[in-house]
C-alpha cells in the first residue's frame, strides 16, 4: 500500500512538472534552439563584447595562444569596429494584450500618412527600413522619429542574395543602413529586421553565422507572431484586417509585420479600423526596443 501510494506521488509530480515545463517550451520555443547554437540571447547577457581587433591585439600578444585559436576569430569580426549595441538591459516583462506594429520596406510617399492615422490614435510603432536617400525618403525617416516612433535597420539594398552571401557581406549592408538612421535622425539604432524574415530561403549556409555575429554585437532582431499578409498577391483592406484581428487574439503579445512601400495602400486603408477595433477590445500598443525579449517572436527553426 505505502509503496503504491509512494508511486502515484511521484507519478502525480512527474506530470506536474512535465506540464510546466511543457507550457514554458511552447511559449519560449525558440530559447533551447538558440542556447543550444550557442548564440546569446536577450536577457541572458554574460558579459559586454568586445571589437574584435582588442581581442586579436589581446590573444596575439598572448605567448600561449595557438596559431589554430588565431584563426578561430572570423575575419568579419574585425570589421565596424563602431557597431556595437553595447550590453543590453534584462528582458522587460510585457504586458499581456500589448501589440506591437512594424512597419517593413519604408520609407515611402505612404510613410507620413501612415504616420498620421498613427497620430490620431496616440499610437507608437516600430519602422524597420531600407536604403532610400531621395529627399521625400529623408525626411519621411525624419518624421518617423521626431513623431516618437522606434526605427531600425531592415536592410540597405534589400537584395536577400547579395545580403545573405557571408557575414561580411551582411556587415556591410547593415552597416550602410545602420549609419544612414543615424546620420540622418541621430539615432544609434540597436533594433533591426532580417529582409525576408531570420530564417529565408537565401540564408540556409550562412543565417548561424550572420546571427551569431549580429548577438555577439548584441543587436536585438525581431521577427513576427502575427503577420498581416499584405505582402501576399490579391490582399485587400479587408484581408488585411482579418488576418490581424485574428492574429493577435491568438497571441497574448504580438508583434504584427506590415510593409509601408509605395505599393501597400491596403495596408493604409483600414488602419484606422484596426487600431479602433483593438484598443476597443482592451490592446495597447508600444514600440520595440531592445529590452523586449525577441525570443517569443522568432521563428524557431534556424537552420
Ligand atoms: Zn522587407
Same mark, same amino acid.
Given at each position: ?42 536577457? =541572458? ?58 512597419f517593413d520596406d519604408g520609407p515611402s510617399?505612404?510613410t ?15 519602422f524597420f527600413v531600407i536604403g532610400r536617400t531621395?529627399?521625400?525618403s529623408?525626411?519621411a525617416i525624419?518624421?518617423?522619429? =521626431?513623431?516618437?516612433?522606434?526605427i531600425g535597420v531592415h536592410s540597405y539594398t534589400h537584395q536577400?542574395?547579395?545580403i ?9 549592408d547593415f552597416?550602410k543602413m545602420h549609419?544612414l538612421i ?10 533591426y529586421r532580417?529582409a ?63 510593409h509601408n512601400t ?42
Amino acid at each position: 500500500m505505502i509503496v503504491s501510494a509512494a508511486f502515484l506521488l511521484l507519478f502525480a509530480l512527474g506530470m506536474l512538472i512535465g506540464q510546466f515545463s511543457g507550457k514554458m517550451g511552447l511559449f519560449h520555443a525558440a530559447k533551447p534552439t538558440m542556447a543550444a547554437a550557442g548564440m546569446p540571447t536577450n536577457g =541572458n547577457v554574460q558579459s559586454t563584447p568586445q571589437p574584435a581587433e582588442s581581442e586579436a591585439a589581446s590573444s596575439a600578444s598572448s605567448s600561449t595562444a595557438s596559431s589554430a585559436e588565431k584563426e578561430a576569430v572570423p575575419a568579419y569580426q574585425a570589421m565596424y569596429p563602431h557597431l556595437y549595441a553595447g550590453t543590453l538591459e534584462p528582458s522587460a516583462p510585457v504586458k499581456k494584450k500589448t501589440v506591437y506594429l512594424t512597419f517593413d520596406d519604408g520609407p515611402s510617399n505612404l510613410t507620413v500618412p501612415l504616420l498620421n492615422v498613427l497620430d490620431t490614435y496616440h499610437v507608437k510603432a516600430t519602422f524597420f527600413v531600407i536604403g532610400r536617400t531621395d529627399r521625400q525618403s529623408v525626411e519621411a525617416i525624419k518624421e518617423i522619429v =521626431n513623431r516618437g516612433h522606434a526605427i531600425g535597420v531592415h536592410s540597405y539594398t534589400h537584395q536577400y542574395k547579395q545580403i545573405y552571401a557571408s557575414p561580411a557581406a551582411f556587415l556591410d549592408d547593415f552597416a550602410k543602413m545602420h549609419d544612414l538612421i543615424e546620420n540622418t535622425t541621430g539615432v544609434d539604432t540597436k533594433i533591426y529586421r532580417y529582409a525576408g524574415g531570420s530564417v529565408n530561403g537565401y540564408n540556409k549556409s550562412t543565417a548561424r553565422d550572420i546571427i551569431a555575429e549580429m548577438n555577439r554585437r548584441r543587436y536585438v532582431y525581431y521577427d513576427w507572431n502575427v503577420d498581416s499578409g499584405d505582402a501576399e498577391t490579391g490582399a485587400t483592406a479587408k484581408s488585411i484586417y482579418r488576418e490581424v484581428i485574428n492574429g493577435v487574439h491568438r497571441h497574448s503579445d504580438s508583434v504584427v509585420l506590415f510593409h509601408n512601400t509605395k505599393f501597400k495602400a491596403s495596408t493604409l486603408n483600414d488602419m484606422s479600423k484596426i487600431i479602433k477595433t483593438l484598443q476597443s477590445q482592451g490592446y495597447s500598443f508600444e514600440k520595440l526596443d531592445p529590452s523586449v525579449d525577441s525570443v517569443s517572436y522568432r521563428f524557431n527553426n534556424i537552420p
